[in-house]
């Protein structure tokens, strides 16, 4: 009998994407990591695109010391890679479920072709950026210093992906002051308000050019749109 998979390449697969709004952080994670679990060598892959109430999230190996100070934010513990990071209203949050074993990626493939999703679509607002090898994420420079406007913590299981990036929209830094951001003393963070002259492009065509380039960078032949409100099952 000849599989789904074995009819079509891998760039003959749809993308399906998924506009989730605002959405508290772990129903999300739980969600992301059923479909993970569940899904198939002919499952579609999916990319999610959410803002996150306020949570500052540690990833596997992250470490307590790197909380500074106790606020009524949330903490939760995930399963991602990385340090702690804060998630908030007025972030951009891409997840990509990619079968990487079908498309051949590893997971060094798949955290350069993040950071490069990211750096492309900045440069299309003529905003320079750049990924440093020992550090993950986007950054630019801001009075000669590294600021970071994306974030980034991957988690792969079965040979497929999930969580993803964040990047700094127009939001209130401040929480990120509370930590030590992806484990970094001292690291600053920026935001793309702060990057443009006024006035910033709609959350639309922000979400719909970030859309566009990741689907023409991962050569998916067409990509559907589903608009949910509430969580996704």
């Known amino acids: 009998m000849v599989s789904n998979e074995s009819r079509l390449s891998k760039s003959q697969f749809p993308l399906q994407v998924r506009h989730l709004g605002l959405q508290p952080y772990e129903p999300i994670w739980q969600a992301m990591s059923q479909f993970t679990s569940e899904r198939d060598d002919a499952t579609i892959d999916e990319l999610w695109i959410v803002e996150h109430e306020p949570v500052f999230t540690q990833g596997q190996a992250g470490k307590p010391e790197h909380i500074l100070e ?76 590294d600021a970071k406007i994306a974030s980034l913590g991957l988690r792969i299981r079965r040979g497929c992906s999930f ?8 939001m209130d830094l401040t929480p990120f002051s509370y930590i030590n951001p992806c484990g970094y003393k ?30 023409k960078k991962c050569l998916y032949p067409k990509c559907n749109t589903a608009t949910i409100c509430g969580s996704r099952r």
């Open 70 to 145: 106790a606020t009524d934010i949330p903490i939760v513990k995930s399963d991602r890679g990385g340090q702690v990071t804060y998630h908030g209203p007025g972030q951009l949050i891409v997840y990509p479920l990619i079968n990487l074993r079908r498309r051949k990626l590893g997971v060094r493939d798949m955290v350069t072709l993040l950071e490069q999703l990211v750096i492309q679509w900045l440069e299309i607002y003529r905003i320079e950026s750049y990924s440093k090898a020992d550090a993950p994420g986007v950054y630019v420079k801001q009075d000669a210093n």
């Open 163 to 170: 969580h993803g990036v964040s990047i700094n929209i127009d």
């Open 186 to 215: 001292g690291l600053a963070m920026t935001q793309l308000n702060a990057l443009l002259t006024p006035p910033l492009p709609s959350k639309a065509i922000l979400v719909s050019t970030l859309v566009e380039l990741f689907t």
